[in-house]
């Protein structure tokens, strides 16, 4: 089985954030700006993120080879939790960057439609 390391997982994201910047023609601070909770590219990943817990449950949890398996349901039920963590951690910055823009004028929130 694998299983990575704290250190390990933070080693991957900070690489995977290079590359993504780069990709990008960005800084890693500016993508991250860029994607920050209330934005189009953050409600997007929200978005992922649910699309691909409805899978795992649907399609894994839910079929018959898996079901048949101790193991295989145990690590598809895994998955669906971390998801479901994930969603829920994700909808819970959502809410407090709203919280935080609670009375401020949309022009101060560039959420205007004029472009």
């Given at each position: 089985m694998l299983e990575s390391t704290d250190i390990e997982l933070e080693d991957e994201r900070l690489k995977q954030l290079d590359i993504l910047a780069a990709e990008r023609s960005m800084t890693p601070s500016d993508l991250l700006a860029?994607?920050?909770?209330?934005?189009?590219g953050f409600h997007e990943a929200v978005h992922?993120?649910?699309?691909v817990l409805d899978l795992v449950d649907d399609q894994l949890l839910h079929h018959p080879a898996i079901a048949g398996n101790d193991e295989w349901f145990r690590l598809a039920a895994k998955a669906s939790e971390a998801l479901f963590n994930l969603y829920q951690s994700m909808g819970a910055a959502q809410l407090a960057t709203r919280n935080l823009d609670e009375g401020t004028r949309p022009e101060d929130l560039?959420?205007?439609n004029d472009g």
């Open positions: 860029h994607y920050a909770s209330g934005s189009f992922t993120t649910s699309i560039n959420a205007s």
